[in-house]
């Protein structure tokens, strides 16, 4: 950590920061320069991220050095995190598709989607049973109901199961249908949920907030991780910008940029990335040729009819149309679907 | 809701799309342009926001006439709401100001904020006791017994307390101590939260998201309002854009914007808002000026030894300045302090 | 067009903006809604994008309908834009790769790039001789010395040039010694230098300003077609967002939106897109996935010694093996490199 | 600067970062910490600029600790720049209103509106004769003629002339007419512009760009500044975000950052920043509060048939009732109108 001070401090007032440096087991190693005075303060500055430095009379700023998390971090483990799942291992050669409806509606509905994407390729099933919805008079989803029609799917197609947990209360129930948990792009800072999640023994799937910048993706990660569970898989899913023809703005560069930073597992959602179905496919394909080990895709029978996201979800004929153009751009960099 | 349709569609698949609004029991309207047909959709449009019209075959786009909120809309109530919490009126011609530390550290920190803020004019405590942090390595608040501080300090200085919530499971404990409930930036979309607070009888405080529309904000107030809860304060306090000089950008149109659209008081948060304490009191003044009905102050007794957000808190000697400024402009625009 | 009344008009203030729409030559269609009156105004309403309807008392909103732009788009020409320079189709199922120093520094070091990108396969040679910089302090370009300096790799490696052009004043020189004009994302909105571009028969890449919506986009290229040149490529660069991992958010979902708009080649740059050369090939091998006819890359010779741009440059060796598996890609999804 | 090594670099690749720094003629100043060596570079680091460090094998990222502004800068020049034009004196204790028709549309329509801003209170009209348009197809001024009708009004009513120069080659004719130039958000980065503008005697006002953050406008302050003009007016004038209630988002809080980092007179335009007349007033209230220098708003005697900006142009009496509001705010931050 670099701590820059205003010009003109006097040799007594320097000394005061250096002794609050000090006092947290730092080292501080003063610079003077022709126009600012710096200290260097070495050490493990994760001890001074809460120290209010830079409230410090004196100082005119302060420069973190070293990343704010740890145990996700690639510096902290070099190998790449293969989160194993009833046999399917997510982080390794292997792209993984993970498709099926936004909202699971009915059993027939589940089932409409879940056949066609297992028949395509994909070797897991998506569908929400608690859905976060915008505004009160949506459909907020079919509850522990829901649940049980993606568990009755799942005994038909053998695909293991994802779905969103919403609240610290409902987690026992979800867990104990679902293969993966998913932790929705609004509860990314839903800190609670995060420490409960990570308390679990269960593979999660952390979605990038609307506006959270990589940093602090990486630190929500961290708070699942410091709790003991490491079987996370992270998904960049659009970050919110000025521009209306997406719904959001695929971050794809995330991709490359994650998979530096951290050993986890990163994977792509291209339906709630754009909004839009026409998009997805193009999206997909994108994904996985920045790096990504996998897609979370939106798929429904009958999109028009849907309770939730219709706009962007995929038809099963061409979810599969996708699923072949996927399989040669993942061999073209070396992977496999 | 007007429905656009795409160019060159036959007979038979417009009358499709009349059939599916119609089915709704709204009325469609059909209107020939020269490059578009259009579709009126007649009627209770919110009986059709969850229906995927963009998504049925031959529609371009959907384009909403109606806002998609009700009783938090200043359509529904014509009259300002005030908020009585503990004879002080909210959202009145006196405009509020709440002050006190970003968390709470001890009761001693809490009394060296609480007697000075008092003295200034402040009309409510507020003060962090359970707190989001966004690292897992940050101190995250001292949860009861900070509240615990809080109430004391109430005691003493018989300033109403106002302190966030962050969890469904702490909703009881944190009600029994404070007077205005505050649901934070990070969960303003945590619609579990949002439902359970919405069933109290006790005010709440509604932060807008770091990344939220007006309209997101606002269809979050309904969550709570639709359970039966009315008494809901807004605070603006800053979104999030790629400007680098403050932590975050402070949307001050969004206080008239907010006026206009809704009956409910509107307060702006300039801690949060700038994340700098020298920016607090030109931002203070700047959204009072624009028409809000109160502020949320962050004040500290040595900023530059807070456990959270020391760099955004203003000593209680600043916090007084400010106070004297604050009353000229207030009166300057026909409100009172 | 869609106007959308406020409620409780009167008959006669409806009249009002009646007959202001039908001043402009475009028919009237009143809608009576249970909470809203709206009008259509059917016709060609490129007549009314300017004319101030929703200044008009009574007026709440106006919603276009129709796009803005016209030449451009795709529902004025079905078939893609083939433009040919020097022999070489951009727009067609060869994908293009153009290459080359940031800026011209040297006759040397411009022929350092030119030469092994040629060899890798690069198509045209790019390089700045008159150059935006953000800071007075920086390297401003070498100007017509530049641009000599380019003819002459042109000569030695065949490539055709791509340059930048800032200044009206300058255009005559640089079309000497270019065979396609760039105009830089800082002048997508310098409406006067796109108008005269827009009089050469001369390509012309357009990259997309910095934070400029997609409409935006289309509508700057429109500036261009409308004043008789056609010959215009289009090239997304990133947008500016809060993420600072990156330079800028490559959007890489602009690919297909365009795709579907317009006519016109679509471009991607992935060097300015990200700012790190270490992102350029995961993102030019996402571009080419997501539908791109083609790539702009900085190369250099020596990144650290660059006198602009250094961190985002590829040394050629890195461009060869990005070359070998760019080519993979791009026939995985049909085209050719 | 500092410059942060990766881990485990070896001494002699550290060495030639060291010479590199040297060759600069500044000091290099190593600091070994547990995890990483930063190299602090001491002495005048915009020498540095440019030099393309980050990309110097082993550097793992660069961190200036100096503005790299100088001329603009407070610390530069202590008390703030006061602009005298035609014996109105910009930067002082006075605050300016500079008012009039976002295009000049005809003789009768300036003076419409240049009579009752002056009687209001205006101290400039402000009016374009070249106007920078998103659309062709959109008005685009009447040039040298509208120069011409703004000259007539500047003798009836006395007011000084604010108009923007969009094109180098219109600089003469505008400097004829005009007694402030405004070089407007599109062309904050038109580095060309800035030049030939810093060359002149002339007062210039210079618009915040829709996405530039507070550092590049100053860069770009500081393109006039070093040609030699340095009677410079900066206005804030909104940034683009994801907002969609507003044209787009007006950042007061760049105010009271500009006022810090910068001697020059500070300027808000809530008209653009709003993009709608009814948030003008409150805004304009809010600018000033936040310690704004002056104001820039559009006022035209029937916005409804404006041929631009209508929907966020004040009419003359409600222009005038603000005014009186504006005083008062004024008075209660020391300020006069």
């Not at 007594?12 to 006092?23: A, N, S």
């Not at 179905?277 to 999109?303: N, Q, Y």
Request: glycine share 10%; with cysteine; hydrophobic share 40%.
């Amino acid at each position: 950590m670099i701590v820059v001070l205003r010009p003109g401090l006097k040799q007594d007032e320097i000394q005061k920061v250096v002794q609050r440096i000090e006092g947290f087991g730092l080292r501080a190693h003063i610079s003077e320069g022709k126009e600012r005075t710096i200290i260097g303060a070495i050490g493990d500055e994760r001890l001074l991220a809460d120290q209010s430095l830079e409230s410090f009379p004196g100082v005119e700023k302060v420069l973190p050095i070293l990343k704010p998390y740890k145990l996700v971090s690639r510096e902290f483990q070099k190998a790449n995190t293969i989160i194993n799942v009833n046999g399917q291992k997510i982080g390794g050669k292997k792209i993984h598709v993970m498709a099926g409806p936004c909202s699971v509606e009915s059993r027939e509905q589940v089932l409409e989607s879940a056949i066609p994407v297992k028949e395509a390729g994909a070797t897991f099933l998506r569908g929400g049973a608690f859905k976060p919805r915008t505004s009160p008079y949506s459909f907020q989803g079919l509850g522990e109901e829901g649940l049980g029609h993606l568990a009755r799917a799942r005994e038909i197609t053998g695909l293991p199961i994802i779905t969103e947990v919403l609240d610290p209360r409902d987690l026992e129930v979800v867990c104990e249908y679902s293969d993966i948990l998913q932790v929705g792009a609004r509860n990314m800072q839903n800190f609670k949920l995060l420490t409960e999640v990570g308390k679990l023994d269960k593979p999660v799937m952390l979605k990038r907030g609307m506006s959270a910048t990589i940093q602090e993706f990486l630190l929500s990660a961290e708070y699942i991780a410091t709790e003991g569970n490491r079987k996370i898989i992270l998904c960049e899913r659009g970050i919110r910008t000025y521009e209306v023809e997406t719904r959001n703005t695929l971050d794809l560069s995330a991709v490359p940029v994650l998979k530096q930073l951290t050993h986890l597992p990163v994977f792509v959602d291209p339906s709630h990335g754009t909004g839009r179905w026409d998009l997805v496919a193009p999206m997909a394909l994108a994904g996985i040729a920045a790096g990504a080990d996998g897609l979370l895709i939106e798929v429904h029978s009958h999109p028009e009819l849907a309770l939730s996201d219709g706009p962007q979800s995929l038809k099963p004929e061409k979810f599969a149309a996708m699923m072949q153009e996927l399989k040669r751009v993942a061999e073209a960099v070396g992977r496999e679907l």
